[in-house]
C-alpha cells in the first residue's frame, strides 16, 4: 500500500474500506424504499425510535440516531410538517419539550417498520445467523474503540472465532 509500511494500519485501512463498501451496499438496498416513502433513514430513525421508545426530547432523539442538535431540529420540523410528530412541553418540567407521534404518524412507522426490517434482513442475508452475530458484536467493540472506549482486545475475537466454527 502506497506509503504505508506498518502491516497493522494497512489492515485497518482494508477493513475500513470494505466496511465502507458493505455499508453503502446495504444502505443501496434499504434506502429506495424509504425514499417511496418521502423519508430519509434519520426521519425513519427518529419515528422508530418514538415508536420503540414513546415519547424523546431532541437530544435524546439525538443520541438514538447519531445526528447533531441542528440537524435533529430540521428532522423534526420535517416530520411535524408532514403531521408525522408533534412537539409537546413536558408537564412536570417545562423546560423540556418531548417529539411524540401523532396518529398518522404511528400508522406510518407501524406499516412501514416491519418492512424496512425484512429489506435490511434480505440485505444482509449473505451472512448466517451466527455470522450475524459475531458482526453485531465486532461492530459493537469497534464503535466503542473509536468513540474511546474500551480497546478491543489485539487477539481475534472469540465472537468471529465461534461464528467460523458453527458455519
Known amino acids: 500500500m502506497h506509503g504505508v509500511d506498518d502491516p497493522a494500519v ?6 475500513y474500506a470494505k466496511l465502507m463498501r458493505a ?3 446495504v444502505l443501496a438496498r434499504v434506502e429506495p424504499a424509504l425514499t417511496a416513502e418521502g423519508l430519509t433513514l434519520t426521519q425513519l430513525g427518529v419515528l422508530e425510535a418514538i415508536l420503540h421508545k414513546g415519547a424523546l426530547t431532541h437530544r435524546e432523539l439525538g443520541r438514538k ?8 431540529t430540521d428532522v423534526v420540523d420535517k416530520l411535524e ?6 412537539r409537546v412541553r413536558d408537564e412536570v418540567d417545562r423546560r423540556q419539550v418531548r417529539v411524540e407521534l401523532t396518529p398518522p404518524g404511528r400508522a406510518l412507522i407501524e406499516r412501514l417498520f416491519p418492512r424496512h ?3 435490511i434482513a434480505r440485505a444482509m442475508e449473505g451472512l448466517a445467523g451466527p455470522e450475524l452475530q459475531a458482526l453485531g458484536d465486532l461492530l459493537r467493540r469497534l464503535g466503542m474503540a ?7 482486545p489485539p487477539a481475534e475475537a472469540p465472537a468471529l472465532a465461534k461464528a467460523e466454527s458453527a458455519a
Do not use: F, I, W
Request: hydrophobic share 50%; glycine share 12%.
Open 10 to 15: 494497512e489492515k485497518a485501512v482494508r477493513a
Open 23 to 25: 455499508t453503502r451496499a
Open 65 to 72: 440516531v447519531l445526528t447533531s442538535a441542528g440537524n435533529m
Open 81 to 86: 410538517s408532514r403531521g408525522l410528530v408533534r
Open 117 to 119: 426490517a425484512a429489506d
Open 146 to 152: 473509536a468513540a474511546g472506549g474500551a480497546a478491543a
